[in-house]
């Protein structure tokens, strides 16, 4: 039970700041630029959030080395970005908010992965960031970055109170008791 609430929690931490983070994000983006140009841009987060998030959801197996893969482009990015800031924006820090949203719900199936992509994701574009560009400070990434470091710690504790087991399919103890009878 500990476990359950665990993960729940570190899901309901990122929901909730993903809720304020997208209702933030929207409100600018339509103030500044507005109009369709606006909509253009929103649409460029929401549609691939949405989409990988249908992806944790439906297809957890595929969407863990999709994430990986993403995380790292993620990474890239906000390393890129603080080496050449001209015209930077807040790009590193939405790219860091949709990919986060997007693994939270990866941690209602695969808690324990999400966990660590969460962390990943949360610590090392910030520190990338910090450590190219000479300054830190409280910036949108670094407030965008601390919500998915919550809640990877969440995920993690949930992953390690409910045994650390493997997934059933890369067990390597199967007897023969569970094996398929002959017909």
């Known amino acids: 039970m500990p476990a ?7 899901f309901t931490v990122m929901a909730l700041s993903t809720l304020v983070a997208a209702v933030f994000i929207v409100g600018e983006t339509f103030t500044d630029p507005g109009g369709w140009k606006a909509a ?5 987060w929401a549609v691939p959030l ?3 998030a249908a992806l944790a959801w439906y297809r957890p197996g595929w969407a863990v080395p999709v994430f990986a893969v993403m995380t ?23 790219l860091t908010f949709a990919l986060a949203a997007a693994i939270a719900v990866l941690g209602l199936k695969r808690t324990g992965v999400a966990g660590v992509l969460l ?18 400070g409280f910036g949108s ?21 409910k045994g650390g087991r493997p997934a059933p399919s890369a067990r390597t103890d199967t007897g023969t008791a569970e094996l398929p009878k002959a017909a």
């Open 72 to 94: 790292a482009a993620v990474i890239g990015v906000s390393t890129w970005l603080a080496v050449s800031p001209r015209g930077k924006g807040p790009a590193d820090a939405i």
């Open 4 to 10: 359950r609430f665990l993960k729940w929690a570190g």
């Open 119 to 136: 962390l990943i994701v949360g610590i090392v574009p910030f520190a990338a960031s910090t450590l190219v560009s000479g300054h830190g």
């Open 40 to 44: 253009g841009l929103v649409a460029a």
């Open 50 to 52: 949405a989409v990988l």
């Open 141 to 161: 990434l670094a407030a965008v970055s601390f919500v998915p470091v919550v809640a990877g710690v969440l995920y993690l504790l949930s992953a390690s109170i």
